[in-house]
């Protein structure tokens, strides 16, 4: 069965970190590019970043940059997002997906995605 999984998210107090995982099982995911998505309640689904099969390439959304880091390990068929200085507007449900191709802008469609893990930033 194809599928990815996240992992990671959960409650964290404004300032903190987490890091959220993306697991994909079915497929070998170094073939894929990988982009994270948040989704909040009310709001439309954004765009939080991208990285190419390689991970050599990445892209940030405007919101997330030089707070984020997003990464793989392909060896263990795995990307990350590791998230620090966390706002309470970056509470939202997190996605990965993934798809054949890399594109700088990040958004569009993917073959694959997974079903969320929920951030929560909240004193």
């Known amino acids: 069965q194809l599928q990815l999984v996240e992992s990671g998210g959960g409650l964290v107090q404004p300032g903190g970190s987490l890091r959220l995982s993306c697991a994909a099982s079915g497929f070998t995911l170094a073939a894929y590019s990988i982009g994270w998505f948040r989704h909040a309640p009310g709001k439309e689904r954004e765009v939080v970043s991208c990285?190419?099969?390689?991970?050599?390439?990445?892209n940030y959304a405007d919101s997330v940059k030089g707070r984020f880091t997003i990464s793989r390990d392909n060896a263990k068929n795995t990307a990350y997002l590791q998230m620090n200085s966390l706002k309470p507007e970056d509470t939202a449900n997190y996605y990965c997906?993934?798809?054949?191709?890399?594109?700088?802008?990040?958004?569009?469609?993917?073959?694959?995605w997974g079903q969320g893990t929920q951030v929560t930033v909240s004193s």
């Open positions: 997906a993934a798809r054949r191709f890399y594109s700088v802008m990040c958004d569009g469609e993917y073959d694959y």
């Open positions: 990285i190419s099969g390689s991970g050599f390439s990445m």
